[in-house]
């Protein structure tokens, strides 16, 4: 934690302390970073992984807890962004994996796990009668707009050839709508809505309805700061679409481990078709999209007119076999129950203590998934998450790294399986600790 030297400094002056602080604590990491920059541009091949001076490189995990090269020692609240909600390592998974090994996992063919994994997710999200795997979740929604498309075409919807997505939304690497979206995107019409407004978003689809073929949204933006989707919101969506004939896609991407159902089940909001990955395939690169039967049998090859669908490494036998063992065995309804009210509670602990410390700074989520935000306005819409104090955030960051709290730049926590009381109360003393000796520097205005 800072320094009482450095308290009472003013905001852009502890973050150069803070920054520098960091830069003489991990000379190790600086030297893998100047390394792997001679082959990758910026030393990156991910670039949510990537922070200014540059990131620390992690050399090994266990439990909820990871090392740096530097041998600092930190409690992952971080979670891979929600991919790791298992820990690392968990020997459950590690066995699966294990007896998988044994048995080579280069098939060329089908294998015994993935009729069963499919199995586990239809029963429990409540929009998948049908499912089909992917690598990672921004093929899921790849996947699943590509299907959307053809739907609507079958079912005599021509001039159907926009998809309606909103601000701050996050469908992966090509499909990226915070900060005013991504010369990388996906080319299609896009008509973009403000997030959680209800009658800006009904205006746009009486006005252009007839053109749209799906509406994607997350039912919690995760990438935007853990905003939640207002439920009368996502039943307005809900109604729209299904008046109109629009196919609706919750990406839960991240969000389907909010409860056994995923977020559309804790909400009673159902759409026509829902995107996965992350940690249902036990840590290891997985993704997903089903939905209703007449959308999916699309890709039935049984069918003259199906879709294709390839993809080498769809049902590669360590996803599968972490994925059966993970989502079937691990992170079962009562352990997404138990993850998600620790969540909750950890986060009203961390607002109360913002509060009675009279700060701008709160956490903004649901369940096991939270952000920190630099400012005292509730977070409902994109402009509550724009007020934030980014160089607040930064700061943030820093004290948290120094603390031994392993967590997102952007103050991003999904917490993991492997987090105790005892961890639990080590991140809510770390950021009391943050909020008391950085008072004057957070003070709302």
């Known amino acids: 934690m800072p320094d009482q030297a450095l308290v009472n400094s003013d905001l852009t002056s502890a973050l150069a302390e803070a920054r520098q602080a960091y830069i003489d604590r991990n000379p190790k990491s ?12 910026g030393g990156n091949t ?28 930190y409690i992952d609240v971080l979670g891979e962004y929600t991919a790791g909600i298992y820990g690392h390592s968990h020997p459950v998974i590690r066995a699966a994996i294990d007896r998988a090994l044994n048995h080579g996992w280069n098939y060329a063919g089908r294998n015994a796990y993935e009729g069963q994994l499919a199995k586990l997710i239809a029963d429990r999200m409540p929009s998948i009668d049908l499912v089909r795997f992917t690598n990672s979740g921004t093929e899921g929604n790849v996947m699943a707009l590509a299907g959307a498309k053809v739907f609507a075409q079958r079912k005599g919807r021509a001039k159907a050839t926009k998809v309606m997505v ?32 209800i009658e800006g978003t009904r205006a746009l689809l009486a006005g252009q309805g007839e053109q749209i073929f799906a509406v994607l949204v997350e039912p919690m933006q995760g990438s935007h700061g853990c905003l939640p989707g207002d439920p009368a919101f996502l039943r307005m969506l809900r109604e729209e679409t299904k008046a109109r004939g629009i196919t609706l896609i919750f990406d839960e991407v991240m ?30 690169s997985f993704g997903a999209f089903g939905g209703r039967r007449e959308i999916m049998e699309l890709f039935d090859p049984t069918k003259p007119d199906a879709l294709p669908h390839a993809g080498t490494f769809n049902n590669n036998v360590l996803t599968m076999s972490a994925g059966v063992a993970g989502y079937g065995e691990v992170y079962t309804p009562q352990v997404a129950e138990a993850l998600n009210a620790r969540g909750d509670k950890i986060r009203e602990r961390l607002n109360a203590i913002c509060v009675q410390n009279g700060v701008a ?9 939270m952000t920190a ?22 700061l943030f960051f820093f004290d948290m790294t120094a603390a031994g709290i392993w967590i997102a730049r952007r103050g991003f926590v999904a917490l993991n399986i492997m987090i105790g009381d005892a961890e639990g109360d080590r991140f809510v ?3 009391e600790e943050f909020v008391t000796a950085r008072k004057a520097l957070l003070r709302s205005k």
Not at 51 to 66: A, D, H, I, Y
Not at 182 to 194: D, I, K, L, Q
Not at 375 to 392: E, V
Request: with cysteine; glycine share 14%.
């Open 373 to 394: 935000h630099a400012t005292t306005r509730p977070i409902r819409t994109a402009a509550d998450i724009a007020s934030s104090n980014q160089d607040a955030k930064e």
């Open 46 to 73: 991910r670039t949510t992984l990537h922070n200014s001076p540059f990131p620390l490189t992690v050399v090994r995990g266990e439990g909820c807890r990871l090392w740096d090269a530097d041998g600092h020692e």
């Open 429 to 431: 003393s770390a950021v």
């Open 166 to 197: 909103f601000h701050g939304g996050y469908h992966g690497g090509v499909l990226y709508f915070v900060s005013g979206g991504s010369p990388v995107n996906m080319p299609y019409e896009y008509v973009v809505a403000p997030y959680n407004d």
């Open 30 to 41: 600086l030297v893998r970073h100047e390394e792997a920059s001679v082959a990758m541009p």
């Open 255 to 284: 969000t389907s481990r909010l409860s056994p159902g995923g977020l559309q089940a804790k909400l009673g909001v159902i759409p026509d078709m829902t995107t996965l990955g992350k940690y249902i395939g036990g840590g290891m």
């Open 361 to 369: 700074f709160q956490f903004s989520g649901v369940g096991s998934m």
